[in-house]
């Protein structure tokens, strides 16, 4: 068995000998689906990312840093420092993505010491109260939930403050990597000290570029989807630039700790230093990526680490940058360790044989990895074990488990005693709450657990794409036996009002619906055709995801719910036409008495 790290747990931030106004600021910036070789200075010639480039020459480039496979469980564990297995992230969609919220973020750590605390971006841990950023530790939130966005030119956002009652419609003008830049710098131009977590959602799917940096990569002879990614790419490092100067300017920027890394592994098979792997594979390039740390009162211009080093590693070493001792529990094990002894040379307090360990999925069978200094043992899935050794054969090209049986044993013993270890809690269904902190939740149909119709030869219900992802819907709903059904928990009992977000064509208008929860019932009828017409996308390829639709609003009535974890279903009681209707989401609104 693995001995813990020696910062074993972390609840709240305990009396400390520095004050926050000698604390420095944080800038935590994450890209969306960045691979390692998507940085100049990591031998792409294709792109030009100067300012990235100059982040890492003055201060630490951590050359063998490992996160997850795919979004949602990297940011788990960059946000508290364990496993994302630990927290209950288990997934990308349909609630697996949602974070505990018993976890303990970097947000809520620094909060407890005084610090502003901003989320800009992508959050992807969960998409209602208290799972939201406002419930994790952020006072200001200006982004979206899910796992991407589908409009990147004037996107409506979401924007949350310490008093929202719900999340705030809020319209932008321009492209989102901009505004996201631009609350960013209003965030840190005022007093800190301050946490600013900005997390971009570029250069994920769908591909929206500017034109400027599409016609420049075009003009390179790249493909549409290359010169998407490499145009989204060079945005984002002129966007950093941006806040790195105006930091500069204001006087602030070596009183700041600013890191940037990336998700997982790069969307497409492109330039990544020959490693094995792209996003979603346990292989080295799905999982290694860029990260750089600057902060000149602790760590040197040009310090280059070498040791593997990882996403869990974050919260202990802002922790220690802090001063920030943490009170320790038992229920609260912290997986990463405090990166400073690398960054600062003293290497006698780091110890060679750390494993960090990848997982695919909750279950042993569904595969994993391994990564020690020397070696990479890897499960891809169903298939047999693998054994690299990656200081003679970085690029994976001979799978040496059959001359290694020992090690790939010990390995593997070793991944098999992790898996169980975090999987312990269980992966329950977490429920969304009504009645806590916000008066309006909404149940998005991607997250609607579709029940087929037990006794026909064909679902009778489906999700509008194969996978069911952000921004998906309730579709193909032929069958008045099949239904969708939400995991709710009513805190605050009372009066709810329903409103239905849907489509339906005119020939099968009448659809008559069954609302339920905790036994109570609202029957509604559906009088209306609705059309939901697509909204016209700038893509510059075809997308894998759902399209944007401007969908209609249905009031179905209000019901009186009491306390307790439930199920809210829509059932179908008739259909006079094809289908029963296409649903994106049902809005909840507490009702004052």
């Known amino acids: 068995m693995r001995t813990l790290p020696p910062l074993a747990c972390l609840l709240i931030v305990a009396a400390c000998s520095t004050s926050a106004a000698q604390r420095p600021n944080i800038l935590l910036i994450l890209t969306d689906d960045q691979g390692w070789g998507d940085v100049h200075s990591h031998g792409n010639d294709v792109l030009a990312t100067p300012h990235l480039d100059r982040l890492a020459k003055e201060g630490a480039r951590l050359e063998r840093f490992y996160v997850c496979k795919l979004c949602a469980p990297t940011r788990a564990s960059l ?37 502003r605390t901003g989320c800009f971006g992508k959050w992807h841990n969960g998409a209602n109260w208290p799972h939201h950023p406002s419930g994790q530790g952020f006072d200001e939130f200006l982004g979206f939930c899910g796992g991407h966005w ?63 940096e599409f016609a420049r990569h075009k003009a390179r002879g790249l493909s549409d989807e290359l010169a998407s990614i490499y145009g989204m790419c060079e945005n984002l490092d002129a966007n950093i630039g941006r806040l790195l100067g105006a930091l500069r300017e204001a006087g602030t920027l070596d009183s700041t700790v600013v890191i940037f890394l990336t998700d997982n592994g790069p969307n497409s098979d492109r330039f990544n230093g020959h490693m094995k792997g792209r996003k979603g594979s346990p292989h080295e390039g799905g999982v290694r990526t860029a990260c750089f740390m600057r902060y000149p009162p602790r760590i040197a211009a040009g310090t280059v680490v070498e040791e593997i080093a990882a996403h869990i590693d974050m919260l202990p070493t802002l922790a220690e940058l802090c001063d920030l001792p943490a009170r320790a529990a038992a229920s609260r094990l912290i997986d990463g360790r405090s990166l400073m002894p690398l960054m600062t040379k003293q290497q006698t307090a780091w110890r060679d044989e750390r494993m960090i360990f990848t997982d695919l999925g909750t279950a042993a069978g569904q595969g994993g990895a391994v990564r020690t200094s020397r070696w990479r043992a890897v499960k891809p899935g169903a298939g047999p074990w693998e054994l690299y050794d990656m200081r003679a054969d970085p690029d994976q090209k001979q799978n040496l488990a059959a001359e290694q049986p020992a090690e790939l044993s010990r390995l593997q013993a070793a991944w ?82 329903v409103t239905l977000h849907y489509a339906l064509p005119e020939a099968d208008v009448g659809a008559c619906l069954s609302i339920s929860a905790a036994g109570q019932i609202i029957e509604t009828t559906l009088t209306k055709a609705e059309d939901a017409p697509l909204v016209p996308m700038p893509d510059r390829i075809g997308r894998k995801e759902a399209p944007e639709r401007r969908w209609g609003r249905h009031l179905c009535g209000t019901f009186t719910l009491p306390a307790g974890k439930t199920t809210l279903d829509i059932r179908a009681l008739s259909k006079p036409g094809s289908q029963v209707g296409e649903i994106k989401a049902v809005e909840l609104r507490r009702l004052s008495d």
């Open 79 to 115: 946000l508290t420092g364990r496993y994302h297995l630990r927290t209950g992230v288990h997934g990308v969609t349909r609630a697996a993505e949602t974070m505990r919220v018993s976890e303990v973020t970097i947000a809520e750590l620094l909060k407890g010491a005084g610090y």
């Open 416 to 497: 098999l005693a992790h898996h169980k270890e975090v999987t312990s809690s269980g992966f329950d269904l977490l429920p969304t709450q009504l009645g806590g902190n916000w008066t309006l939740v909404t149940l998005p149909g991607h997250e609607a657990l579709l029940q087929p119709d037990p006794a026909g030869t064909r679902p009778g219900i489906s999700y509008f794409g194969k996978s069911g992802w952000a921004n998906d819907w309730v579709a193909n709903w032929t069958s008045t036996a099949a239904f969708p059904r939400w995991e709710i928990d009513v805190l605050a009992p009372g009066r709810y009002e």
């Open 150 to 212: 589908n409009l990147y030119f004037d996107p409506v956002l979401q924007r949350t403050r310490p008093d929202s009652t719900g999340p705030e419609p809020t319209p932008r003008t321009g492209y989102i990597s901009d505004t996201l830049t631009d609350a960013a710098l209003e965030f840190t131009a005022r007093p800190g000290p301050w946490f600013c977590y900005l997390a971009y959602n570029a250069p994920h799917s769908p591909f929206q570029v500017p034109d400027a």
